[in-house]
């Protein structure tokens, strides 16, 4: 992978002009404000945000307030930079606090979760003292095959009801998860099972996608071949399909449902790790993220009741992510379970069996807050607006986005088409490694700009700065830094501290540097402008990938754009874009030439495509993000750098034959 020094981004200053690109290329004038009725009863107010501005650690122990704990902490933050510790001294065990504490407050018939499988009238409901017996049955099972505190569990599931159980086994007993996503190769799975060096795998003989079985115990089987140190695999059955089953190999129904359903959640330390998690792998070889107990439950719980306003007793809310990213984690299981809301899981893909699989469960649930990423909107655009237009969507009220800058133009659309021009949309950003979500409106609050994060969260002290770490002012453009620790924020990279510190640390001193770029508007309010690996330097000028994307995405014709810099032997580098057209849009000769013209039209000639190639798909990894860096090799005609964590390699090959030959 090419470091941003050769894309002279990191380590160049941009000079006064390239700044001056930058804060006109955006020139955004819509606003929507907060719904009368919304902003009323939300459950932050401006107050909120004066309170963490007076005592940021006093505000953050309010949030710890909100669980329950066995053993109070005795000192709020430790900070040995770049190493935190959050409530140090006290205990608390995730699992009751997801679960079993709802059921003592007498809300054990609340749904926890209404699961709907892919094949149609394949659905669960499971109410929270049923989550209890679930999640204690499997702890009992763990146990019995001599999983102990502190030991790895490798969780290779699809989104069915043992995945989250499993989870909470596991943070019941203090084991640690890593769950890697279903959809990754068996050399994926067995380089993290190594990684971690996990001691049992729990799952399945398969899971349905696309309208059929798909299989996941072959994968297992084969990179178990040299995992020696797996003691057991306990496999759900899901399908039904032949498997073949080997000696370390126990069926979950055998194991589980012979337990008791009752199991003592002991207190674990709130510096206990919780998990590891592997980042999707958008930029190269992923990192296994280490979170913790205390802090980590602390803010996603917190942050779920106030960016989506979340009312537990009437809200049904749904997340579209897979649980294998940590969207999953963070915002299907740990914070809603924690706050004890109600969340649909669905396990399947949005077109099967039809393209609105998604609004029918909308319709089905009465679903009122929807959490989903750029890229779903993005293809619901593609596939056309007549579609939800079958289905009844008046139940939603929040509408959110993760995973990438949400284009202005899918914003708006989502905001007028699923959310029938009511909702608010919150343009969440957050990492693997922040843990919970950092920046984004909140949906009481702010007049929400399209394709806007807005503001830090109350607490989060996030900024965005020049190449010298210096705060730039309204207007300006630069790195996104955070200047101080915050309780779901990573620990460090499994079993390798010095990479931590290299990666997130080291850019600037005493500063979180997270790889994205970002702009602070004339208001004040930030702008993501994607990864600074992926800024652009034409003829001396820094052009953010983000907003040609969003310029292209602006014409009526396209749905779906990635734009890349390509060296050129006279402009530096020079912008090669891939698009995908809208539905009912056919391709014509001209497209190039005109979508060419209204990017220099939108945002000035300097950002005018050199290239413009119309592509059936785009390279994205499993949790939906665009690999530029696939593209920047087929547009520098190199072979192609690791495919691994790609959802569908076929789509390279589709497009390297599209691409001419090199200029
Ligand atoms: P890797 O670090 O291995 O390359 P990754 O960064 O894709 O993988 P994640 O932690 O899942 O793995 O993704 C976090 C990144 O996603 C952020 O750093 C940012 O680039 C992008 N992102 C997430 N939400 C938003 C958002 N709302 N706006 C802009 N970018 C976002
Ligand atoms: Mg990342």
Avoid at 10 to 25: C, D, I, K, V, Y
């Amino acid at each position: 992978m090419r470091s941003g020094k050769e894309h002279g981004v990191a380590t160049e200053t941009p000079g006064q002009e390239s700044q001056q690109t930058l804060s006109n290329l955006m020139s955004e004038t819509r606003r929507f404000e907060p719904p009368a009725d919304l902003a009323a009863s939300a459950n932050v107010t401006a107050a909120t945000f004066e309170e963490a501005d007076r005592d940021s650690l006093a505000f953050w122990e309010s949030t710890a307030d909100r669980l329950t704990w066995a053993r109070r902490w005795d000192t709020t933050l430790e900070w040995n930079a770049p190493f935190a510790k959050w409530f140090v001294g006290g205990e608390l065990n995730v699992a009751y606090n997801c679960v079993d504490r709802h059921v003592e407050a007498g809300l054990g018939d609340r749904v926890a979760y209404y699961w709907e499988g892919e094949p149609e009238g394949d659905s669960r409901t499971i109410t929270y003292a049923d989550l209890q017996k679930e999640v204690s049955r499997a702890a009992n099972a763990l146990e019995e095959l001599g999983v102990r505190k502190g030991d790895r569990v490798a969780v290779y599931l699809p989104m069915i009801p043992e995945l989250p159980i499993t989870l909470l086994a596991c943070a019941r007993i203090g084991a640690i998860h890593s769950v890697v996503f279903g959809g990754f190769s068996s050399a994926a799975l067995k380089s993290r099972i190594h990684d971690a060096d996990a001691k049992v795998v729990i799952t399945a003989d398969g899971g349905y996608r696309r309208g059929k079985p798909s299989a996941l115990k072959p994968t297992v089987d084969e990179a178990l071949e040299e995992c020696p140190g797996v003691e057991h695999v306990v496999v759900v059955r899901r399908t039904g399909q032949d498997i073949a089953v080997n000696d370390r190999d126990i069926w979950w129904h055998d194991i589980v449902d012979r337990q008791s359903a009752e199991h003592e959640p002991a207190p674990h330390g709130a510096e206990d790790p919780l998990y590891i998690l592997y980042t999707s792998g958008t930029t190269g070889r992923p990192k296994g993220i280490l979170h913790t107990t205390g802090g980590y439950l602390a803010q996603t719980a917190w942050t779920h009741h106030a960016v989506f306003d979340l009312k537990p007793e009437t809200d049904v809310y749904w997340c579209t992510a897979d649980i294998g990213w940590v969207t999953g984690h963070s915002y299907i299981v740990y914070g809603p379970l924690a706050n004890g809301a109600t969340s649909v899981i669905y396990e399947g893909t949005p077109d099967t069996p039809h393209k609105g699989r998604f609004w029918e469960i909308v319709q089905k649930y009465k679903v009122t807050i929807l959490y989903t990423a750029p890229t779903a909107i993005r293809t619901f655009m593609k596939w056309g607006d007549d579609i939800r237009a079958k289905f009844d969507m008046s139940s939603l009220r929040v509408l959110g986005s993760v995973g990438e800058p949400i284009n202005p133009e899918a914003y708006v659309w989502y905001r007028e088409n699923i959310g029938g021009s009511r909702c608010p949309v919150v343009d969440t950003w957050w990492q693997t490694e922040t843990g919970a979500i950092m920046i984004s409106p909140m949906p009481g609050v702010t007049a929400a700009k399209p394709g806007a994060a807005m503001r830090p969260l109350p607490g989060i002290s996030a900024d965005v700065v020049d190449d010298q770490g210096n705060s730039v002012p309204n207007g300006g453009g630069g790195f996104l830094v955070v200047r101080e620790p915050w309780p779901a924020m990573l620990r460090t990279i499994w079993g390798d501290d010095q990479r931590y510190i290299d990666t997130y640390w080291s850019r600037f001193d005493g500063m979180y540097f997270p790889g994205d770029g970002a702009k602070r508007d004339e208001d004040g309010d930030l702008w993501l402008l994607g990864r600074v690996d992926d800024v652009m330097l034409v003829s001396g000028h820094n052009i953010s990938t983000t907003e040609v994307e969003s310029a292209l995405v602006s014409h009526p014709k396209v749905a779906e754009a990635a734009v890349v810099g390509a060296t050129d032997p006279v402009t530096g580098q020079a912008i090669v874009a891939f698009v995908i057209l809208r539905g009912s849009v056919e391709e014509s000769a001209d497209i190039a030439t005109d979508l060419r013209n209204h990017v220099a039209k939108t945002l000035g000639p300097i950002a005018k495509p050199r290239q413009i190639m119309v592509v059936p798909e785009l390279p994205k990894t499993r949790s939906g993000k665009i690999m530029r860096r696939l593209l920047r090799d087929v547009a520098e005609n190199r072979s192609l750098g690791d495919v691994t964590t790609l959802t569908d390699d076929s789509v390279m090959k589709l497009i390297s034959e599209k691409m001419p030959a090199a200029k």
